[in-house]
């Protein structure tokens, strides 16, 4: 109990129920800014929310108002459209395809960053710059030969082959991030180590790599859904529906065109739910990959 | 560490990454000019052909088309999103108790796919689907449209959906931006009693360049290559209206297995891409540097 709550309470002055103090009013004001500006955020991404209500209505239910109010839900629409696209094996694919990759790339990319960053040579420089040209080409400019070169190299329609090819895309990036990384990193630590007899690899794996990992997972998150999301690469390079990933498999499978929204929103959601669960967990990270070098 | 003896472990280092990048993307980057020269089908044999594809396809009004698309949807899209983005950021900017919240919900359709939002949106734009459906309910039947079937308004219909899925991403972007810019010199801006505009002209706009430059470079990687949106929502289509490049190039190889041509779309895209790319970066470059 403080002493305030022992004086007797006190009525409002007259002037003050009629206009309340400038502050307040500001405040109030403000309150209600705040709850327009959610709702019109809401309104923005209404054909998600649309998509997501809808997508548990029954189909007769749907047919009669599909903009409307649900009045009779069902888990069964998941269950043909997961079926129709193939869902669970085609997620499974897609889950170990993008592993692999990140494994890949991370590895990879780390390696090739670590002397970029440390030397100031010429070479250095023009091999760092050769990298970072991939990072404005487009995948269309290159999938011509790309697919008669993996024709060639027996790597069409195989797994394998998708992970080298996704690696390979995303190797500019890497070496961007990283890169840029290494350059903080104060070289007090490798030198410790080299005093202490480690070669550069154990050097590297064992002290600069793991220092290295804020931005292996800010790169990480950039890279899945880079690799979830693809459409291109596993249409092109995959032609066994049993082997390809969830984009390739719903776009073959699921027409938007003529499929009912019963059939096609279940498809939708399905398709994004992954990465909706993973934002939800890494939230801080996804939005960290993605405003990197936003601020100077 | 790379000094010296050292030189040997750095091209070690360099090795996986320089041998899977040469292979897979420089490689190919060049083979795809020569080819461009030849007429390859997907055979083992093909001729020289010199400049023929490039005249064939100069005279193509379909590649002309798809080269004109691309590049209005690329303004497009770029205007469109960054323009939002940045008015999206600049009204969340000083709204602390919404703005995590708020930016959250926003980037979710970014999160969703390009095939997925497509999903979503071919239901929405059918002719009985949600957005006529939407307009009769408001007594506004006169605007409902066939919006993918009619070639005037397909492309900026498709554009939308790219919009709508990226507003979020730029809007962040922004906002990391806005969180960058020192509160001082708001303050001062306050004690100057400037207004809204002259704060956003005088220093948040000037302040957001590095934020700008990250979401002009983004927007256009991503709309001059554009596939999976005009792929899924129409094909190409109504009469060719939604063709974009890459859209082309995929058509040529795969449906058509002109691989030649297909090189010769492709080394069109690359100077697209070049030309668009080196003008923007000199232009935000020098942005950047009046700072």
């Known amino acids: 109990m403080t002493d305030t709550d022992l004086q007797p309470p006190r009525a409002p002055a007259a002037d003050q129920l009629s206009t309340p103090p400038p502050a307040r009013r500001r405040r109030r004001r403000g309150r209600t800014l705040d709850a327009l500006l959610i709702l019109a955020v809401l309104a923005f991404i209404s054909p998600f929310l649309l998509t997501l209500v809808d997508s548990f209505r029954t189909a007769a239910d749907l047919d009669s108002d599909p903009l409307g109010w649900p009045r009779a839900l069902t888990l069964s629409n998941y269950a043909l459209s997961a079926k129709q696209i193939m869902f669970v094996s085609s997620a499974l694919n897609t889950l170990l395809l993008t592993l692999a990759s990140c494994v890949c790339i991370s590895v990879i990319g ?21 990298f970072v040209l991939g ?32 690696t390979a895309l995303n190797l500019p990036v890497a070496v961007f991030f990283y890169t840029s990384f290494v350059r903080q990193i104060p070289t007090e630590l490798e030198d410790a180590a080299s005093i202490d007899g480690a070669g550069p690899f154990r050097t590297f794996f064992f002290v600069v790599f793991p220092l290295m990992r804020p931005i292996t997972g800010t790169l990480l998150t950039f890279v899945s859904l880079q690799v979830w999301n693809n459409l291109v690469v596993p249409l092109v390079f995959l032609t066994d529906p049993s082997k390809s990933t969830v984009m390739a498999n719903a776009y073959s499978f699921a027409d938007p065109h003529t499929l009912q929204p019963a059939q096609l929103f279940p498809a939708a959601l399905l398709g994004a739910a992954p990465l909706l669960v993973l934002f939800v967990i890494f939230q801080r990270q996804v939005i960290s990959g993605m405003t990197t070098g936003a601020v100077k | 560490m790379f000094t010296g003896r050292g030189r040997y472990a750095a091209i070690l280092f360099l090795l996986p990454a320089a041998a899977v990048y040469g292979l897979f993307i420089l490689y190919p980057l060049v083979r795809g000019v020569l080819l461009s020269f030849t007429d390859n089908s997907g055979g083992p044999t093909s001729n020289f052909v010199g400049l023929r594809q490039y005249q064939s396809l100069l005279h193509d009004p379909t590649t002309m088309g798809a080269l004109w698309h691309t590049v209005i949807y690329a303004v497009v899209v770029l205007i469109a999103q960054t323009g939002l983005g940045l008015l999206a950021a600049s009204v969340l900017a000083r709204r602390e108790r919404i703005r995590r919240t708020a930016s959250s919900i926003l980037l979710l359709p970014a999160l969703i796919s ?17 957005i006529n459906t939407l307009l009769g309910n408001l007594g506004l039947g006169s605007l409902q ?43 001062a801006a306050d004690l100057d009693g400037a207004g809204r505009w002259k704060r956003f002209t005088r220093i948040e706009w000037p302040m957001l360049a590095p934020a700008l430059t990250v979401n002009v470079t983004l927007s256009l990687i991503g709309s001059l290559g554009v596939f999976d949106f005009p ?9 060719n209206s939604t063709n974009t490049l890459a859209l082309l190039i995929y058509q040529d190889i795969f449906n058509d297995s002109d691989f030649g041509m297909g090189a010769a779309t492709a080394v069109l895209l690359l100077l697209l891409v070049v030309v668009v790319s080196t003008g923007a970066s000199i232009l935000l470059r020098r942005r950047e540097r009046a700072l």
Do not use: K
Not at chain 1, 110 to 130: E, F, Q
Not at chain 1, 140 to 147: C, E, K, N, R
Not at chain 2, 114 to 130: C, H, K, Q, T
């Open chain 1, 110 to 130: 780390a390696l090739a960053a670590y002397p970029l960053g440390r030397l100031t040579t010429r070479w250095s420089a023009l091999v760092y710059r050769s």
């Open chain 1, 135 to 166: 990072l404005t080409i487009p995948i269309f400019v290159i999938i011509a030969p790309l697919y008669l070169l993996m024709r060639d190299l027996h790597l069409l329609d195989n797994r394998i082959g998708l992970v080298i090819i996704f």
């Open chain 2, 114 to 130: 390009p095939v997925m939002a497509s999903f979503i949106w071919s239901y929405l734009y059918r002719p009985d689907g949600g």
């Open chain 2, 145 to 187: 449209q066939i919006w993918l079937g009619n070639p005037s308004i397909a492309l900026y219909a498709v554009a939308a959906v790219n919009i709508w899925m990226f507003v979020g991403y730029s809007c962040i972007i922004f906002l990391a931006g806005y969180a960058g810019i020192p509160r001082e010199l708001f303050e």
């Open chain 2, 231 to 239: 792929l899924v929502l129409t094909n190409g289509g109504p009469v």
